[in-house]
């Protein structure tokens, strides 16, 4: 079974949190923390910048690693390097999302991938330590 590598932005504001809908694909209509494949001789903080460059036309700046999750989905295994982050541009463009919102990190009611279901449950214990 192949193995993808990604990262993962958890991008903060005021309290909240930014998640994005994916647009297409078997997952099209859920909801994930942004970024996606590194890119050959990469680090994770050089990764994390391009891809949210790419998807949303901002910058970010990388406070910190924040966990690597995996999980196993039918056709591939994923590990996902997550990184907490902040914006250093407000004015986004959604590129690969059908939609993106601003959201408490507590809010029960969204729906996300498998592996970033995961990656909320590490980043609550963050908050909480």
Request: proline share 2%; charged share 30%.
């Amino acid at each position: 079974m192949k193995t993808i590598r990604v990262v993962a932005a958890i991008i903060e504001k005021e309290g909240s949190i930014f998640v994005a809908k994916r647009l297409n694909g078997e997952f099209a209509g859920l909801w994930e923390f942004p970024g996606g494949k590194y890119e050959e001789g990469e680090t994770g903080e050089e990764a994390i910048k391009r891809e949210i460059r790419e998807e949303f036309d901002v910058e970010i700046n990388v406070d910190g690693y924040l966990c690597t999750v995996e999980h196993q989905y039918d056709t591939f295994y994923l590990v996902m390097d997550c990184f907490i982050c902040n914006l250093l541009t407000d004015h986004m463009i959604l590129h690969d999302h059908s939609d993106a919102k601003w959201i408490n990190p507590y809010d029960g009611n969204v729906e996300y991938l498998p592996a970033d279901k995961k990656v909320i449950v590490e980043y609550r214990k963050y908050l909480n330590q």
